[in-house]
């Protein structure tokens, strides 16, 4: 299966010429960024709560504390909606209507599942790791049973999706490009400056490689 | 009222130290972004959807068209979950357990109101597009009734807030510290670069200065 058929729940409303059902989108579009939005509903009030997410094949995984309320309720199996958005400029046009922004942005629906097996929890955050910063897992301090038992894994998988991507810059009304007005796009990105040594590094610690580019984050470079 | 009274919706429930009800924190963290994920539940099916918000006092507001799935829903006064995150940096830790992100985030509770009269509806798309670009508002083809009418702007009101900060860097266990493993902080943020103009300007039509600097939006320049 190549696409997600959306049904009421994912498929787009209006503007369906920006909406994506198919996985090469999708997934690009995670595998661009590392922060998602989490959303569920707790007797009836919704809450949204910001973590760190990584896709494994067709599941999206995240962790965090054992005690985390999002964790607790959303490892019962509960409908959860998980959305990440990238921004990719400011769009100023030549109304105040027509003043919008390029982003892509794509939203899942699904259930978590807890990872249970200890093995497979610890394989999923080495899988962490890597996919922040690939090759670091190796060197770390191994996790030990403790925080093991302390962090929750939920993984899930993508019962459907929807992208949304917008990347047409100044879309104007034809009467309003005679105007003398500026308009124009300013382009958005999030870049990762250079590394910071922790203060207390043991003597002869030298900066690995591996820390100077996070592309695959959707983090450009800044030095 | 400088700060929210959390209760048990708003209230941390771990890691007490980063959490934060008071305005001054929690308006500083939305008046650093424009873009925020809004929960909501229809029929207990949980949704986020990303859009652009400002803040005015006590309340935030967001519009969009008025065809929406997500205004047309919260305009009725139901629960609202909005949240707005800044990631300000990568904790890369001695061990996989300490790996962390350094980040400014706030979590809105509320009822979204349908701002109905348009010349309080005029007024917030100004004062919108006035937050992003200050000043540019009054050089803009103005807004038609057209335009007014396909429209919908939300406020609401925060009844209850709570934000939460880590900005520590790198926390690892007291024994780690003498391993022989780089440790450190990845600063990371949003970047707007050089506005490109739009390729039908009028002729002699210039790029104004107010288009250069995006610092009120959390936006640093690269240039």
Redesign the interface.
Known sequence: MKSFTPTA?SKL???HKRGHYDKDTLYAILDSGF?C?????IG???????T?YWREGDSVYWHG?S???MLRHLEKGV?????V?H?DG?V?A????H?S?D?R?A?L?GKAHKVEDPAEKLAK??A??ER??PG??K??????KQ?LK??TVLGMRIEEASAKIRAA??I?DEE???????????????????????G???P?????KN?ES?VHLG?AA?R
Not at 139 to 144: C, D, K, S
């Open positions: 729940r409303k209006r503007l922060l939005h989490v959303g569920y509903a009836g009030q919704p809450y949204v709560t910001p760190c504390s005690a985390s309320r409908d959860c909606c998980l959305a958005t921004v400011l100023l030549r109304s105040g209507f003043h922004i982003y942005s939203m629906f955050m080495e962490f790791v922040m910063v670091r897992w060197g770390l301090r191994p996790v030990n925080e302390a962090t810059g100044v104007d309003d490009y005679q105007l003398p007005i500026w308009a124009g796009l300013v382009p958005v990105s999030m870049h990762a400056g250079v590394a910071k040594d922790d207390r590094l043991a002869g610690t030298k900066r690995p820390v996070f983090l800044k």
